[in-house]
């Protein structure tokens, strides 16, 4: 008998120890902060948060954006049979610290080709570089996938995974990070 309300003392406590963690580790989570009408990936393992822009389309920029912008389509070679058509688009990935300061920018181009009329998309490829610190940017690597109209740009920080971008190809010629 005394060991059943042992047992049974043990199992409630363990049961309210259980039933009081969850509502407070849910608490936990850091606020994103609020930078606008921007696409944004928290990464609260290493403390990072990567901040989206796009600024760039076919090396032209958009709505009057200051940031750099790369364009990594060749000029030469690139005719295809209508109605096959070649675009890029350039985008920027801040990243931030758990102190919402900015550490790095990541600028990545996709290069993809698509047919209206035959009402298909392929991404060609996917560039990216980072700017800042040395001592930021010497931990920042990439790894790219492409399958179709997706494709995917992996970014590491001290070689642990810090994020995935993923790019889509429109048959209409648009591209976007989804």
Do not use: C
Not at 45 to 72: F, H, K, Q
Not at 74 to 86: G, K, L, V
């Amino acid at each position: 008998m005394r060991i059943k309300k042992i047992m049974a003392s043990v199992l409630s406590v363990l049961l309210l120890g259980i039933g009081m963690s969850v509502p407070v580790s849910a608490a936990e989570t850091t606020p994103a902060p609020n930078f606008g009408d921007v696409d944004i990936l928290i990464n609260d393992e290493l403390g990072l948060i990567i901040e989206t822009r796009a600024v760039a389309i076919n090396g032209r920029p958009i709505e009057n954006s200051a940031e750099l912008e790369t364009d990594y389509s060749q000029t030469t070679d690139n005719t295809r049979a209508i109605p096959e058509q070649e675009t890029s688009r350039t985008f920027t990935h801040n990243i931030y610290d758990r102190n919402h300061t900015n550490i790095a920018t990541v600028y990545s181009t996709v290069r993809g080709v698509y047919s209206q009329v035959d009402s298909w998309a392929q991404i060609l490829d996917i560039s990216a570089y980072a700017t800042g610190s040395n001592a930021v940017v010497s931990q920042i690597t990439f790894n790219t996938s492409k399958s179709g109209s997706d494709g995917y740009l992996y970014i590491y920080f001290g070689g642990a995974s810090s994020g995935t971008m993923h790019y889509k190809i429109y048959t209409n010629g648009t591209i976007s990070n989804l």
